[in-house]
Structures are given as C-alpha cells and as structure tokens.
C-alpha cells in the first residue's frame, strides 16, 4: 500500500487548516449579524452569498437588515414566521461548525467525521435557501424577477455566481438567466467555469424590443401582480400602453393591481405624473427599488 509523502500529509493539514479557518470567519460573521439584528420585522437585501455546493470558501457574502421606508413612505413587513425559520437556520448552521471546532483539532479531523457535519450544515442551507426563496416571493416575486431586478441595479458591476444563487433563491438560477437573455438581455459570463463571474452590460432593453410582442409573452408569475411588476420591471424605462398590461396581468382589473404595486411601494408613475413623457393611460416604472 502506498503511503503518502510527509510533504504530502504537511500540505493536507495545511489545507484543513485554510478551510476551517473559511468555515471560522463564516461563523464569526453569522454570529455578529445574528446578535445585532433588531427584533422588529425588517427589510432583507437579497444579496445573500450561500454556494450550497460546497461549505468550504465564505459561506456567506452578507445579510444586511434594516426597517427601511419605500419611497412612497410606506415599508415593507415581511412574515415574522419566515425570517426566524432563516435566523434558526443559520443558527444551526454556526453551532454545528462550533461544535466541530470545539472537539476536533484540525489536523485531527477525519473523513467520515466531517462528511457528518458537511450533511447536517447542507440540510440547514436547504432550510435557510427555502426560506429566503419565501421572503423573495413575498418582496419581489419569481427568481427571475429578482435576478432582473439584481442585474439591473448592478448594471455594469460583476456579480458573483454565489450572489445570484442567493438572490434567486433557486437551484436553477442560471436557466433564469437564459431566459433573461432570449428576452433581450444583454448578460455576459465573464470567463469560464462555475466561478466565472456575471455582468450586464446595458441598462435597459431597446425600446423596440421592450414593446415587441415576445416579452409580453416571455412573462411569467404566478399571479396578476407578479406578472405586472416583472413586464415593468422588463419595459422601464419605457411606459406601458392599457393593452400590454392587460394582457400581461391576464385580467381586466389590472388596474387595481397597479395601483397595490403602488401602495407596496413601487414608484409607478402615470400621465398625471410625467405628462410629457407619459402618455394617458399608460404606467412606467420609474425607480427600480420599491
């Protein structure tokens, strides 16, 4: 049987080491936003970084949280039952990696040992990936909603593949982001492999190609609502005629619809805001954020 080299078990030790050194300031930075978080429902950022694919580089970009206003004055109040399913998730999570620390020296950590732990932290990033994709569909709507509206928000910026996963809150966020593109999207992979990062490269869709008959139809959603706000989210820019909305929304009520978009906090305008570049009737999405 072949042993391996002292160089090479030197080099393996080594290895452990960076890795649960990874694992260690994962842990402290779950552990400060977890301690410093407020205990009113706030307003969670979708750019959480969680590569479920692997527990090993920093397991987590950042989770920010506030009680942030929308424009309009109003905010948005997101299911307490959802954001401690999150919280306890993550908890979990950080005692398992403390308990690991705790009782195994690194050079003394064993296969079998941490394939354990691997599973039982993938199980809590399953539960924490479930809940972010409820608050998403709760604040936003679909993944490809969110990733639009993320992309659009970092127009020009690289964002990380582990940033879109969060912010998707799906396994298959990169057919999201095909889907994106046989709209009209002009997304970029900048480089080769499963790091390689993403980039939008224009801010918005030509005119010609926001109002053509296939993004009306490329628009998802399970509801009248989602769907409205992802054709606007698409089209801005650019105004909306009444009869692309309401055959987006599928209903003629859409009106109403737009008008609790509205009242969510999405700055939707009309004629009666921007009378010259609106024309009656017609809505536009004039400030990504809501």
């Given at each position: 049987m072949h042993l391996p080299s002292r160089q090479r078990l030197a080099s393996s030790r080594r290895l452990r080491l960076d890795e649960?050194?990874?694992?260690?300031?994962?842990?402290?930075?779950l552990d400060a936003f977890l301690r410093n978080r407020t205990e009113s429902h706030f307003y969670l950022r979708l750019c959480v970084s969680v590569p479920y694919a692997s527990v090993f580089p920093p397991m987590m970009k950042g989770i920010q949280g506030s009680m942030e206003p929308s424009s309009s004055g109003g905010a948005r109040h997101l299911h307490r039952e959802q954001l401690e399913k999150l919280e306890q998730s993550l908890k979990n999570a950080l005692t398992l990696v403390q308990e690991k620390r705790q009782i195994t020296q690194p050079e003394n950590l064993r296969p079998i040992d941490w394939l354990d732990t691997a599973a039982a932290v993938?199980?809590?990033?399953?539960?924490s990936r479930e809940a972010l994709a409820e608050v998403r569909q709760d604040v936003?709507?679909?993944?490809?909603?969110?990733?639009?509206?993320?992309?659009?928000?970092h127009s020009g910026e690289k964002v990380s593949p582990q940033e879109l996963e969060g912010v998707?809150?799906?396994r298959a966020w990169a057919r999201r982001i095909r889907e994106l593109r046989a709209v009209g999207w002009d997304i970029d992979t900048l480089g080769a492999g499963a790091e390689a990062p993403y980039r939008l490269n224009a801010p918005h869709l030509e005119e010609s190609v926001a109002s053509s008959e296939a993004t009306i139809v490329s628009v998802g959603g399970t509801n009248?609502?989602?769907?409205?706000?992802?054709?606007?989210l698409h089209i801005s820019p650019w105004p909306a005629s009444p009869q692309?909305?309401?055959?987006?929304?599928?209903?003629?009520?859409w009106r109403?619809?737009?008008?609790?978009?509205?009242d969510q906090?999405?700055?939707?305008?009309?004629?009666?805001?921007?009378?010259?570049?609106?024309?009656?009737?017609?809505y536009r999405l004039a400030n990504l954020e809501a």
């Open positions: 649960l050194s990874s694992l260690k300031t994962w842990a402290a930075q993938g199980v809590c990033l399953a539960e936003i709507g679909g993944a490809r909603t969110a990733l639009l509206l993320y992309f659009r928000s998707a809150a799906i009248s609502v989602e769907r409205l706000i992802e054709y606007l692309q909305l309401e055959r987006v929304a599928k209903t003629p009520t109403q619809e737009i008008r609790d978009l509205i906090g999405w700055l939707i305008q009309s004629h009666d805001d921007s009378p010259e570049e609106i024309p009656p009737g017609h």
